[in-house]
């Protein structure tokens, strides 16, 4: 009963290329979207979010891509760089209730130079 | 400006102990929320707290876990008679209000269970 899903545990990418990171949410009250970045043997940091008024929000390398009909939401990075490796969390939100975030597996980006 | 700190990071326990995991928050955070990763999963939500009062524990076991955030001192999550099903990295994570906690909550670094 998985309200957020990613599908891919892994992906690996060369330096440089692109990386795209994919998400699937079964509720569509889901209003909130973010993504969360965690490094081995650290906590989750905040990447980047988007509102379901919005398809589309960039900030620097990262740019997060959102499609309500097919509730489906993605992160790309351009360009990937080494450092980006790590593990991403597609988290959903729905604000009129707790604001709570619901979180998927993560999938771990391995980005080789 | 310290961040969330957890401690221990790393905690070992046998089968029937009790496990305590400690949480302070950033300075000026009085929300806190505690996590559960278990291997090859997300992170679980397991409860919500504001100094003295438990918000939100949907997602805490109803049984052998509790949760505490004092007036004074860390948040506290307490694991009685530990199974090994409890094995997992707990996140407590901070922010300074609820309505604009979905991009603020900042985690701590986790504590990583163990039980033999």
């Known amino acids: 009963d998985q309200q957020v899903k990613q599908n891919s545990p892994s992906l690996s990418v060369q330096e440089g290329r692109i990386s795209i990171l994919n998400c699937d949410y079964t509720?569509?009250?889901?209003?909130?979207f973010l993504w969360y970045k965690k490094y081995p043997a650290e906590g989750p940091t905040f990447l980047i979010s988007i509102s379901s008024i919005k398809d589309k929000n960039e900030d620097g390398r990262f740019t997060v891509f959102l499609n309500k009909s097919a509730k489906h939401l993605s992160l790309h990075i351009v360009p990937s760089q080494p450092g980006d490796s790590a593990v991403y969390f597609c988290?959903?939100?729905?604000?009129?209730?707790?604001?709570?975030?619901?979180f998927g597996r993560g999938t771990s980006l391995i980005v080789h130079p | 400006n310290a961040g969330v700190m957890q401690n221990p990071r790393h905690l070992v326990r046998r089968r029937g102990q009790e496990a305590r995991l400690r949480c302070s928050p950033m300075?000026?955070?009085?929300?806190v929320y505690w996590y559960r990763q278990l291997p090859e999963e997300g992170l679980k939500f397991m409860v919500y707290?504001?100094?003295?009062?438990?918000?939100?524990e949907s997602g805490m076991p109803k049984e052998r876990f509790s949760a505490e955030f004092p007036k004074e001192g860390p948040s506290i999550l307490r694991i009685q008679q530990v199974v090994r099903g409890d094995s997992a990295a707990y996140f407590c994570a901070s922010s300074r209000s609820v309505r604009s906690s979905y991009n603020e909550q900042f985690f701590g670094p986790g504590t990583r269970l163990t039980v033999l």
């Open positions: 300075k000026g955070h009085s929300h």
């Open positions: 509720n569509s009250m889901f209003d909130y």
């Open positions: 988290a959903a939100i729905l604000s009129g209730g707790s604001y709570i975030p619901t």
């Open positions: 707290l504001q100094k003295e009062n438990i918000i939100d």
